[in-house]
């Protein structure tokens, strides 16, 4: 086929490539058409584009320098727009179509023109700027609601505070380790709803005190909750669909804690079931479900980011941790003010925005701005003074940090290192795994016990409760799972004063690595010795946010697992990682286990 300059301008540069050849080129009988396409493993097959390829021929010369993989955008079309989806299978890759038969087997490499251990030390860089701007909302956070903490800790069975902890404050712990029936009859009570909460409000003062009395407003709101908890009657909007999407965001905000794109994806897929609703609710269910049926950009940067780092981890397990912060005598003055139980809405916000900000660094311009106009809808359906203002500050403080989502990914794509070999045609793929880390923790799960002690996925529950009651976490009972008595009897599991864990499955794989790096352990691999401890500070490791990164329970007086008093775990700057090797029956060195220690 022959074309004209102007036919070949008009065309993708890989349409180009394809079709134009050289003068002097190979003819079509003398040459053939190859090329190599990226995907990522993940459930939906994701093509990674933009990304930058040299293909060589099997003598390293040239063939093409420079050019990007195939996105949406190269098509034509806007990422997440209806029909993009169709195009993913077609994407993520480049093609020359006039490969001399003698080039033999070609090779891609990607982002040839990158110094790739910078860019790593430049996305690396942006990831502590993340982590440190976590834990400095943290302690914001920490600051605004500990008067709420305080007053909850000493009057927390007095009135109103004591019905909704009972009703419900005391579930989102629950459902936050994991419990998916958390809501119980309370939810017929604080459905959030602004219009309910009004309605349901006007109805406590129907039957309580009359209005002009002061403080009868709170009065009656106080004993109609009462009333209604604590006699368990959904009296008055009992909406079992609702229930079902509340657990279900607490499932894709699991996902993101734990790293795992599968359960993302998965929990994502099941918002789609709100896009008949009306309003917001119902633009945001249209929204998932159209982002991930037509996504491709954004979804290829939430996968790399979730692939090499812990910070959409970290920034829900923050987010989440702050949100517990706030207290039962808390919401009490929130439904004073007549705006309701929003804790659904924060979550739907939340989404919306790590959606908003991965499509806003990916260049899908048209899918971050409608995260954002559901993102905003929510923040200003948010009206009170003095306890709701709290609430907008959570928002507005953590939003500038999920804003720095979209450098970080673009250092991260700019520094991919895969090769493509042995290429002979254009049906060549290379397959990046999505999963990295929680293959690694898994290999690491089958040597010792020391992710399923001291990794993310351990609750905080079951971290208090190790150190509290001496329940260890393989078991979830006093029954230790490593250890074995005479003849296979089971004993009882031991705990030291503290209980501590990484939160994310990428810190924990990056301080194994760091621990392999050490003289000790290539000793000790290369020795006699049987088991070795080997101990590292954690600020070597992670820089000084490193706290924001582990967790932990200590016992502040008493005996550990026989009900002493606890305390969060206050580390201490030479926080170190121990990690405690053995060898196997054919000297081959094993974690037993590793964890943060002081």
Not at 505 to 526: C, H, M, N, S, T
Request: aromatic residues 8%; glycine residues 10%; negative net charge.
């Amino acid at each position: 086929m022959s074309l004209t300059p102007d036919q070949i301008t008009a065309r993708s540069e890989h349409t180009g490539l394809a079709n134009a050849g050289e003068m002097g080129s190979e003819c079509r009988p003398c040459a053939r058409a190859a090329g190599v396409q990226f995907f990522y493993d993940d459930p939906l097959q994701t093509p990674i584009t933009d990304l930058e390829i040299r293909l060589a021929d099997a003598s390293g010369a040239t063939l093409i320098d420079g050019v990007k993989t195939e996105a949406p955008a190269t098509r034509g079309a806007e990422d997440a727009a209806p029909g993009t989806g169709e195009l993913r299978a077609s994407l993520g890759g480049v093609r020359h179509g006039d490969v001399p038969v003698a080039a033999g087997a070609l090779t891609a490499h990607t982002n040839p023109s990158q110094n790739i251990p910078a860019v790593i030390e430049d996305a690396w860089r942006i990831e502590q700027d993340i982590v440190a701007a976590l834990g400095a909302f943290e302690n914001s956070m920490k600051i605004k609601f500990q008067h709420y903490v305080d007053e909850w800790q000493k009057d927390g069975m007095i009135g109103a505070a004591a019905d909704l902890g009972e009703g419900v404050m005391r579930g989102i712990g629950k459902w936050w380790d994991g419990e998916k029936d958390f809501w119980g009859t309370a939810w017929g009570a604080l459905k959030s709803s602004v219009a309910s909460i009004d309605a349901y409000i006007g109805q406590a003062n129907e039957e309580g005190l009359p209005w002009w009395i002061p403080g009868a407003s709170a009065v009656n709101l106080a004993g109609k909750l009462g009333r209604d908890l604590g006699s368990g009657i959904v009296a008055f909007f009992n909406d079992e669909g609702v229930v079902e999407f509340l657990s279900d965001l607490g499932e894709v905000m699991r996902g993101f804690l734990a790293g795992d794109i599968d359960r993302i994806i998965r929990s994502l897929q099941n918002l789609t079931g709100i896009e008949d609703l009306a309003g917001t609710l119902g633009e945001f269910g249209k929204m998932i479900r159209e982002a991930l049926a037509d996504g491709v950009d954004w979804m290829r940067d939430m996968v790399e980011v979730l692939r090499r780092t812990p910070v959409l981890n970290l920034m829900v397990n923050t987010a989440m941790r702050c949100l517990l912060l706030m207290t039962p005598n808390f919401w009490a003055g929130v439904l004073g003010e007549g705006v309701g139980f929003i804790i659904p809405e924060l979550l739907i916000w939340l989404i919306a925005t790590i959606i908003a900000a991965l499509s806003a660094g990916a260049g899908a311009t048209m899918l971050a701005a409608r995260c954002l106009r559901i993102a905003s809808s929510l923040r200003n359906a948010i009206r009170g003074s003095h306890h709701v203002a709290k609430i907008l500050s959570f928002l507005d403080e953590i939003k500038p940090i999920f804003d720095m989502i979209g450098d970080l990914a673009k250092k991260l794509r700019e520094s991919i290192e895969e090769v493509g070999e042995r290429i002979m045609d254009q049906a060549h793929r290379v397959v990046r795994s999505s999963r990295y880390w929680r293959q690694r923790l898994d290999e690491l799960a089958r040597q010792g016990h020391g992710p399923q002690r001291h990794e993310g996925d351990v609750t905080d529950r079951q971290l208090y409760d190790r150190v509290h009651k001496g329940i260890d976490p393989m078991t979830g009972t006093q029954w230790d799972g490593a250890r074995k008595g005479p003849n296979g009897t089971l004993v009882l599991h031991k705990t030291g004063r503290h209980a501590t864990k990484f939160n994310t499955p990428a810190d924990y794989v990056r301080a194994y690595d760091e621990i392999l790096k050490q003289p000790e352990y290539a000793a000790f691999a290369g020795g006699r010795k049987s088991s070795v401890a080997i101990e590292i500070q954690m600020s070597h490791i992670f820089g000084s946010t490193f706290r924001a990164r582990i967790k932990g329970y200590s016992v502040a007086s008493g005996t550990p697992g026989q009900r002493p008093l606890i305390t969060a775990t206050d580390f201490p700057n030479d926080t170190i990682v121990k990690a405690i090797f053995r060898k196997n029956e054919n000297g081959q060195p094993y974690l037993l286990t590793m964890f943060p220690n002081f």
